[in-house]
């Protein structure tokens, strides 16, 4: 469905009113995203792309946009100060609050910002959404979504990878089946800084089509992941890593550092030789994360040895 499509039915809502500006906004690979003008006021519409913009062929079902529909009514009443409201939803999209000129974290770091307040945030919302929904049956059967999660995060993560590196596809294949079989709490599924956006005022969680009832850890390693990463570019990164986790586990409450130190490890690996390449680090830097992976990962370390040796 395009945008022209569901332009009719927001003026039905009367979320649009008068003549209308569309302009498409940047932010993923998965969905297209405008920001829609009238004589109301703007609004955010986004709609699923059954293929994915990257280099290999990666296909999902469009379903998973009413998957993130439903992250953000079930995390609404735990993190309400944290999540966008949905104005307006269909088959394959929905509209949103358009929140301003708020930059995503991943823009600040890129840049060298390391703010350790932004990260204890991150990790205390976070830890707040695990804790709400830890062994919660609705919260089960509601995001009883494994086949979505597989299609777009251990298939092109882990499972791609595990054909890319055979030194450790016995490892990458064994943690994508425990995954698959865990189920403890809501995760979002792609909680990185490229999807927290962060003013001196607020946080918010955007971007949850991956979510599913399985493994915080995914979650806890996911962001790890990207805050090491980081701290390729700019050292004084690494410093956010113990903020968020302390953050993190004060707010949960559920001890999961063990997994999420193996999954780290993997992911890493994975943003190198995955579907989904980062796209900021040299050749030399990506067979440095190469090379520290695999002296690491048949035997991984604690977080906080994991993190010194890295930088």
Known sequence: MTTADILPRLQSAGLIAGEVRVAPLTGGVSSDIVLIESESAPIVVKTAL?????????????????????????AAPIIPAHVPRILGRGDGWFA????????????KLITGEADESTARLAGHVLGRLHAASWLDDAARARFNTL????????????LKTAERVPEVASILRAEATRLAETQL????GDYSPKNLLVSPQRLIVLDAECAWFGDPAFDTAFMLTH????????????????????AYSHACGHDHKERTVKLLLCLL???VHGNSPVEYLSEVQKAQ??????AHLPHPPSLAALTASWT
């Open 227 to 246: 805050l090491h990463l980081k701290a390729l570019l700019h050292p004084h990164a690494s410093a956010l890593v113990p903020a968020f986790w302390s």
């Open 289 to 294: 994360v190469t090379r520290f992976v695999l």
């Open 185 to 188: 709490a809501l995760v979002h």
């Open 269 to 271: 690996l994975a943003r």
């Open 147 to 158: 086949p979505n999660f597989h299609a777009l995060r251990i298939e092109p993560y882990l």
């Open 96 to 107: 949103m609050e358009y929140l301003g000129e708020i930059p995503n974290w991943k823009a």
């Open 50 to 74: 059954e293929k994915l913009r990257v280099k290999d062929d990666w296909f999902a079902d469009v379903s998973r946009n009413r998957v993130e529909q439903d992250f953000f009514d079930y």
